[in-house]
């Protein structure tokens, strides 16, 4: 059991959008704007089951896919992002998108992420078409309707996402080195529910450019997505001072953990989220969303680029504020472990709740002033995160 912080690590400003189900609608840009991708809308549906055939609760989806030409990154069509999450609250998801288009060499696919307690994460592709495909000829003969989604009526396709047992869903694997994330906390004791019993398949080398987004050399999810100093790439910068976190995620003994979806979030440099539940007077800043998202790599590391935080009271009755701070979700093999990163000699560092409860452990929250890897950041700390040594929030 990792010691406890109080509860309000997390803050009230968990973003909506790590969790949310607002973009399981590929077919729109966003919702009221009128322009819309091109190609023909689809839907796909299903559900997420256990070992028992029990919809398996709280499973993270990440659906991605080529546009309707069937290209990618370079998508000739600026309406289309390809990239949706689902979270599966009740094992059941419903995704609208558009069809997508047959890359060279492949059949129309749509590739599926899956994150939850008990496995690092799971991958797997789902094929539009029952035509030949390199990916899924990999697979063996018996095993192909798995991933062929049925189509009941024009349009809607379902398929189950059977994560044990029989008729599991063949998963893809493409990180032959890559350590396994074992537990990194304590879990719903699911794991063995849900685990796969079935050998990963390797991913054919044609088939890894729509895996792309999976790869753990990344530093992000996609691009940009571990920059929250720009909107997206290329875009204008955020109003503060742009600073660089970077760091790792190891277990007590040192080992890197590779593979855990860290998210991070923090106010803007007037103090104030974007946040619905934010309601304070600060400014807004329109260039700053203040979430961002990263996969350690190898090595266990993560970097992320954000404004250094403004300050924010948090008791108007007490005139408490809270000190410059960051938050940090780290997600792996376990559960979801929260925990806020500090800095150095902040004023109110001194009446923070958490460094009351911590004492002299407090310093294990700081960044370490670090040495910037590039001149658009002027400042960079390091938080190394250890499990069994970095506080986190207890689960509830
Ligand atoms: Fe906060």
Not at 3 to 20: H, K, N
Not at 78 to 98: K, M, Q, W, Y
Not at 126 to 145: I, K, Q
Request: glycine share 10%; with cysteine; charged share 25%.
């Amino acid at each position: 059991m990792f010691p406890a912080t109080c509860e309000d690590t997390i803050g009230p400003y968990y973003p909506y959008s790590f969790t949310d189900t607002d973009r399981d609608d590929l077919t729109v840009v966003h919702p009221g704007v009128v322009l819309r991708p091109q190609g023909e809308a689809i839907e796909l549906r299903g559900r997420v089951l256990d070992i028992d055939g029990k919809p398996a609760h709280g499973v993270l989806l990440e659906f991605w896919q080529a546009d309707a030409q069937g290209s990618y990154r370079d998508s000739a069509d600026p309406h289309f992002r390809g990239l949706s999450r689902i979270h599966a609250h009740d094992g059941e998801f419903r995704l609208r998108t558009i069809k997508p288009g047959a890359e060279p060499g492949r059949a129309p696919c749509i590739t599926v992420t899956l994150f939850s307690d008990g496995f690092s994460r799971l991958v797997t592709q789902f094929f539009l078409e029952d035509t030949a495909d390199p990916v899924l000829d990999s697979v063996p003969a018996h095993r192909r309707n798995l991933l062929v989604p049925k189509q009941i009526r024009p349009g809607v396709y379902t398929v189950d996402i059977v994560l044990s047992g029989k008729d599991e869903t063949p998963f893809f694997e493409d990180l032959h080195e890559t350590p396994r994330v074992h537990g990194i906390g304590p879990t719903d004791r699911t794991s063995e529910q849900r685990t796969p019993r079935e050998r990963l398949l390797p991913i054919p080398a044609v088939g890894l450019a729509g895996f792309t987004p999976l790869h753990t050399e990344l530093p992000a999810l996609r691009a940009g997505e571990n920059d929250l100093t720009r909107l997206s790439a290329g875009r204008q910068r955020a109003a503060g001072e742009a600073i660089e976190i970077i760091g790792s995620v190891r277990d007590a003994a040192g080992k890197p953990q590779a593979g855990v979806l860290v998210e991070v979030w923090n106010a803007n440099s007037f103090g104030r989220y974007a946040h619905v539940a934010d309601d304070h007077d600060y400014p807004l800043d329109p260039l700053f969303l203040g979430e961002g998202r990263g996969i350690t790599g190898l090595d266990g590391g993560f970097r992320f680029w954000t404004v250094m935080p403004g300050h924010y009271i948090a008791r108007p009755d007490i005139n408490r504020w809270r000190p410059a701070h960051i938050h940090f979700s780290v997600r792996g093999g376990g559960s979801r472990l929260i925990t806020q990163m500090y800095f150095d000699g902040d004023p109110y560092n001194d009446t923070d709740p958490m460094r009351v409860l911590m004492g002299a452990d407090f310093v294990r929250q700081i960044g370490v002033p670090s040495l910037p890897s590039s001149q658009e950041v002027s400042r960079a700390f390091r938080f190394d995160i250890v499990l069994g040594r970095t506080y986190f929030e207890q689960p509830a």
